[in-house]
């Protein structure tokens, strides 16, 4: 006589896959997470190699974040080295990649930003130092006089408050000066927060990024310094100037 499966065992074997599942799903997407922001830091190796190859055909000159306002933009001048434009799309957002998103053209918006006033360029100031008024943007460093090559913050995700999308630059005098207060909305724009807010897509919180010399790294809580820690302008030119200068770079000069 055969013998079927009564109804009870059906139900265990049926909560005992629903409970594996449940266990099973979250590690799965955890790992699938992962592989993202994984890839995501090669993208930016491979980003940061492009601009050295780059400066090689330019006299040492780093690429330059526009040379006019929008016209073109730093992945545009890329383009011809990296031959991918899939790579200046962090893998962790969901973005369709059109050439022009939301009345923006693609490379104004995409999720991986240039260090603007650390790499790319610098910002002259009244004083000639950290937290003198603004003054004149200086476009293009040469990469062999630049100091902390090998630690230099070149490359790294941005966001868009709110959106899939980031910004095309980072203004480091800005991006790693932080609001940690637990009011502090992530889906609003920020330009200090566009960089620390990216970090909920990676694994870990930790973001991915690449350095002036093409080694690329992860970017952690003690890379940036928030508004508790330095609630005045005094305090937070004390800390760049101790723990951000090698990592940001003087933005107040071409070093």
């Not at 040492?60 to 200046?88: C, H």
């Not at 095309?168 to 960089?195: E, F, G, K, P």
Request: charge should be positive; glycine fraction near 8%; charged fraction near 15%.
């Amino acid at each position: 006589m055969r013998r079927a499966f009564t109804l009870i065992e059906l139900l265990v074997v049926i909560a005992i896959i629903a409970i594996l599942a449940a266990i099973l799903f979250p590690v799965f997407a955890q790992a699938k997470a992962a592989a993202k922001s994984t890839a995501a830091l090669t993208y930016t190796k491979q980003i940061a190699t492009a601009s050295h190859i780059y400066a090689a055909d330019y006299d040492d000159g780093t690429v330059l974040t526009d040379s006019n306002w929008g016209a073109p933009f730093w992945q545009e001048l890329l383009m011809p080295y990296s031959k991918n434009r899939d790579i200046f799309w962090d893998p962790t957002r969901t973005v369709a990649k059109n050439n022009v998103i939301n009345g923006y053209p693609w490379a104004q918006v995409t999720t991986f930003a240039i260090n603007d006033s650390g790499y790319s360029g610098y910002w002259q100031t009244s004083t000639g130092a950290c937290g003198g008024s603004l003054t004149t943007y200086v476009y293009g460093r040469k990469l062999s006089g630049m100091e902390d090559i090998s630690s230099r913050i070149a490359f790294v995700p941005n966001g868009w408050g709110g959106t899939q999308v980031g910004w095309y630059y980072l203004r480091a005098y800005q991006a790693n000066w932080i609001n940690t207060a637990a009011s502090h909305n992530v889906n609003a724009w920020s330009w200090y927060n566009q960089v620390w807010d990216s970090r909920r897509f990676h694994s870990g919180q930790q973001i991915p990024f690449a350095r002036a010399d093409s080694s690329a790294g992860r970017l952690r809580r003690g890379d940036f310094v928030s508004w508790d820690e330095a609630p005045a302008t005094a305090q937070y030119c004390a800390w760049y100037n101790t723990n951000g200068l090698g990592r940001w770079g003087a933005y107040w000069n071409s070093n």
